[in-house]
């Protein structure tokens, strides 16, 4: 009975030890990035799971971007909205978001 009982710990540890950790942003970009990923449920009104322009408007206020820029951007099935998804998986391409903040 002891094998089964540390097996399912063994798995708990290992799950909690693992990950990249938390993420700290070192530019503006990276902090307005993050802004967004945190606040994707608040800011998504109608409760759709996609922001779209008009659901921008904050973060357009924010980050000095207007929501068809921020859309581009993110959208990549170009469906014209930002999947849950789509926000994430745009984080990991803060480089090229750093380049397009500048023009």
């Not at 408007?57 to 998804?85: C, M, V, W």
């Not at 984080?91 to 023009?103: L, T």
């Amino acid at each position: 009975m002891t094998k089964f009982l540390s097996v399912p710990l063994l798995f708990a540890f290992v799950s909690c030890s693992s990950g990249p950790g938390p993420v700290t942003p070192t530019t503006r970009v990276e902090r307005q990035m993050i802004g967004l990923l945190q606040k994707f449920d608040r800011w998504d009104e109608s409760g759709d799971g996609f922001l779209v322009a008009s659901e921008l408007k904050q973060a357009e206020k924010l980050s000095g971007h207007p929501p068809e820029k921020i859309i581009g951007f993110y959208d990549t099935n170009h469906d014209g909205k930002i999947s849950l998804r789509e926000a994430q998986k745009g984080y990991s391409r803060v480089e090229e978001a750093e380049i397009q903040a500048r023009q």
